[in-house]
């Protein structure tokens, strides 16, 4: 398993965003939240916020979907979802940096998340840094 990329992150809203312009809003958020399909690749996966900060999917983690997380900080005490919905809703896409605790190093590495906005969706990916 090689790192992932700020490259693949992008390649993975595109092809979400791809899934879900064809197969429409309830069965693209039902496989965005399926962590054995095709938008979970090693610790890439899609997540997808609604543009007031609502979790609608999350690949590898189906219990938050649902909450609210415009107040979640990082480490740092950084608002990174709300600068995500802010970015997406005034930009269209962007890329936002914050730290998140990496599971198998056990430690807050920082991490970089891509997103665009497509309809009332925003549709993000995250990658940790090199």
């Avoid at 609502?54 to 979907?65: D, K, P, S, Y």
């Avoid at 909450?67 to 995500?84: A, H, Q, V, W």
């Avoid at 940096?97 to 309809?119: G, I, R």
Wanted: glycine share 6%; with cysteine; hydrophobic share 40%.
């Amino acid at each position: 398993m090689s790192p992932k990329t700020q490259d693949d992150a992008k390649a993975l809203v595109d092809k979400a965003i791809a899934f879900y312009s064809r197969i429409g809003k309830r069965i693209a958020l039902a496989e965005f939240t399926n962590r054995n399909g095709p938008f979970v690749e090693d610790e890439l996966y899609i997540f997808v916020l609604s543009d007031k900060g609502t979790m609608l999917a999350h690949g590898v983690n189906e219990r938050f979907v649902g909450e609210e997380f415009l107040g979640l900080t990082d480490s740092d005490d950084k608002f990174f979802i709300r600068e995500i919905v802010d970015t997406a809703n005034a930009k269209g896409s962007g890329w936002v940096e914050y730290k998140w605790y990496q599971p198998v190093t056990k430690q807050w590495l920082p991490k970089v998340a891509y997103f665009e906005k497509v309809d009332n969706l925003i549709i993000c990916s995250g990658v940790y840094k090199e």
